[in-house]
């Protein structure tokens, strides 16, 4: 379908679901939406649990999830773009999605759209400001979204600028509470959190485990390699074993916009349908990424990481960086020999530094009360 039939459809249905406004918005309603109804997961599911916890049935809480699990504490579970979908999305005086606000929403004025989005850091670029992503059509969902959000919940100061700018929305309305999916991390009972999410994913408590995890890249995103993607998996599971004195388990964990068709076997496992990314992290003694946000989250453990980035120079030419890449917390390799001497010579001190640097450099709002924060600014 043609980019300008798609805004026509947009603009119409705009319009049609106005029919929607013969209702009222419900002030004790909260909807909660993560990657458009795929999973109960990321920032929106964890400060629905703070919600929950803190403040019980105050509230009703409305989530979107297209599978027919039950969530604990929910009054209502809809599926994406389903007639219930529609009717709770008109009417609910609150709105927490992960994503951009969709872009036939007719929001109404009584309504407050919290744009949590799906990570932070300022790494690889946004799709407006990236070659992929300059279009007519991409401009103009852009500038309705950045126009109907209301809040825009931000983990550091570089993050803010560099958003604000991408999506055309006013910096005002980036609140500087960080996230709360990584409001986890500054937990107390960390080693209890681990053994119970071991226990959920059937992991051993005898093995070390090393989580690799790349972004999305596009169609092509499992064509790169059919194993963990040009990884040499056997050498590096040796390296880490001859670094850390530990025997090590690969993670492969695909990007949610991607296919995952890794297979398991004895030294590698695929944790990509395990819906919790933060969980997964917290039982990953290292992190193997390239341009993902979720470097951002993981510095926070301050453990060991790595950038695998072969495609470094294709990858710059389709997006380009926010931030210099010798700034980003962990070190990089090109291929699998540098990979394997960054992580024979891994210096603890040199990590901790670095990751430190990294945060500072960019103003880093989190401290691991993000959720408490959003619902003091939203009057909760």
């Known amino acids: 379908m043609k980019k300008d039939t798609k805004l026509l459809i947009i603009k119409i249905l705009r319009n049609v679901l106005k029919i929607f406004y013969i209702f009222p918005v419900k002030k004790n309603v909260i909807m909660f939406e993560s990657f458009e109804g795929r999973q109960f997961s990321d920032n929106p599911k964890y400060f629905y649990n703070y919600l929950l916890e803190n403040f019980g049935e105050k509230y009703k809480y409305v989530w979107v999830l297209n599978s027919n699990k039950k969530i604990n504490g929910a009054s209502s579970v809809v599926k994406f773009l389903s007639f219930a979908y529609f009717y709770r999305l008109l009417t609910s005086k609150i709105i927490v999605s992960n994503l951009g606000i969709e872009p036939f929403f ?7 759209y919290v744009n949590t989005w799906h990570g932070s850091g300022a790494y690889k670029s946004q799709t407006l400001s990236n070659k992929m992503g300059n279009t007519r059509y991409n401009y103009e969902l852009r500038d309705f979204r950045g126009k109907v959000t209301d809040l825009y919940v931000s983990g550091c100061k570089k993050y803010s600028e560099v958003m604000a700018e991408s999506w055309n929305t006013d910096l005002h309305k980036f609140i500087s509470t960080g996230t709360p999916r990584n409001d986890i991390f ?34 092509d995103f499992r064509s790169h390699s059919d194993s963990a993607i040009g990884i040499d998996v056997p050498t590096l599971l040796e390296c880490c074993e001859r670094r850390f004195n530990k025997p090590f388990k690969m993670l492969f964990r695909a990007h949610v916009g991607s296919d995952s068709e890794l297979q398991n076997n004895e030294n590698i496992i695929d944790v990509s349908a395990y819906p919790d990314m933060q969980e997964v992290m917290i039982v990953s003694d290292i992190l193997i990424t390239d341009y993902s946000s979720s470097m951002w989250d993981y510095s926070f453990l301050k453990r060991p990481g790595f950038l695998f980035i072969p495609d470094l120079e294709s990858y710059l030419n389709e997006r380009d960086f926010y931030t210099p890449i010798e700034t980003w917390p962990f070190p990089f390799a090109k291929n699998n020999k540098d990979l394997q001497s960054l992580i024979l010579n891994f210096d603890e001190n040199t990590n901790l530094a670095k990751i430190q640097s990294h945060l500072d450099s960019l103003g880093s709002y989190e401290i691991g009360t993000a959720s408490k924060q959003i619902a003091q600014l939203l009057e909760l």
Do not use: C, H, W
């Open 106 to 112: 007719p929001k109404r004025k009584s309504q407050i």
């Open 186 to 219: 500054f937990s107390n009972d960390m080693e209890a959190k681990r053994k119970e999410i071991l226990n959920k994913l059937g992991l051993s408590e005898e093995f070390n485990y090393v989580l690799f995890a790349p972004t999305f890249r596009g169609s």
